[in-house]
């Protein structure tokens, strides 16, 4: 019998869920679990998934929805052992022009959303006793952008929720991470200006945008036995762009 690649599991497939998982990074993330052989669920207000994952429909605003994803999930797989919080929205304009409910919607789905999804998953890692977090955030949470005081407050806080976490539940055998992509080429990136497009080119070092699957390879590893003594860690996969913020 063939022996499993570096890519494959030697263990046990895990049950992960990945939120935001129908298109873009979650897509790709919920790509590679699959390709790795692990028991892969996404979830999405569409409710659409990549092929040979379990597709949930479930708006990250609602807690009694994500509660209803997680009781679906786990009736099909059980606990989840691994969450990839990636659900999220942009809401662009200067601070001027935002409105409350600008800043409130971008925070409601991107940080909160997290909190309501990272909140539930935590119950079944407490009884399985091990569990990965990892939480999208973005280059923007800590190196700033004009335009984005929504998106990046919500973006920043995700990097308080992994830390208090790892600080709480640590001890638990559950870590917590932050993965920080740059600009990646999806359907958010594409909604930009031409002219904003051309102007991120130029300031990132690597001269390029990334790639969905480059985001999807680093949460896969962090959620892998390799990264077991990571915790509370902000992982940019940027090009360079925030260069250690
Ligand atoms: P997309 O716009 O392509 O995808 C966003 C995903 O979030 C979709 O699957 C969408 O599904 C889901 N989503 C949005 N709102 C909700 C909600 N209320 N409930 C459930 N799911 C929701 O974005 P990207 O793939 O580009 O981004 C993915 C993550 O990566 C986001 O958190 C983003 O902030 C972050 N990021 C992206 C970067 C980039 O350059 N692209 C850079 C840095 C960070 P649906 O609409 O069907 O519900």
Do not use: C
């Amino acid at each position: 019998m063939a022996q499993p690649t570096t890519e494959q599991h030697a263990s046990q497939p895990r049950t992960v869920l990945v939120t935001g998982g129908n298109r873009g990074i979650g897509r790709s993330i919920a790509e590679a679990f699959v390709a790795a052989g692990d028991r892969v669920a996404v979830t999405s207000r569409n409710g659409d998934a990549p092929d040979g994952a379990f597709a949930v429909a479930a708006d990250v605003t609602d807690s009694g929805s994500v509660d209803a994803a997680f009781k679906a999930v786990e009736e099909k797989f059980g606990p989840v052992e691994v969450v990839v919080a990636n659900a999220g929205i942009t809401r662009d304009t200067l601070l001027l022009r935002m409105s409350e409910e600008d800043f409130t919607d971008v925070v409601d789905t991107n940080l909160t959303g997290a909190f309501r999804v990272v909140k539930r998953a935590s119950k079944g890692m407490l009884k399985l006793k091990r569990g990965r977090v990892i939480l999208i955030s973005s280059v923007v949470g800590l190196y700033g952008s004009p335009g984005q005081i929504n998106y990046a407050a919500s973006k920043s806080g995700l990097v308080g929720i992994a830390r208090s976490l790892t600080r709480e539940l640590g001890s638990r055998n559950i870590t917590a991470n932050v993965v920080a992509p740059g600009f990646i080429a999806t359907d958010m990136t594409a909604a930009l200006p031409e002219a904003q497009q051309q102007a991120y080119l130029g300031s990132i070092p690597a001269g390029r945008f990334g790639q969905p699957e480059e985001v999807a390879r680093v949460v896969r590893w962090l959620s892998g036995e390799d990264a077991g003594y990571i915790s509370g860690a902000v992982i940019p996969v940027d090009g360079g762009l925030g260069m250690g913020h």
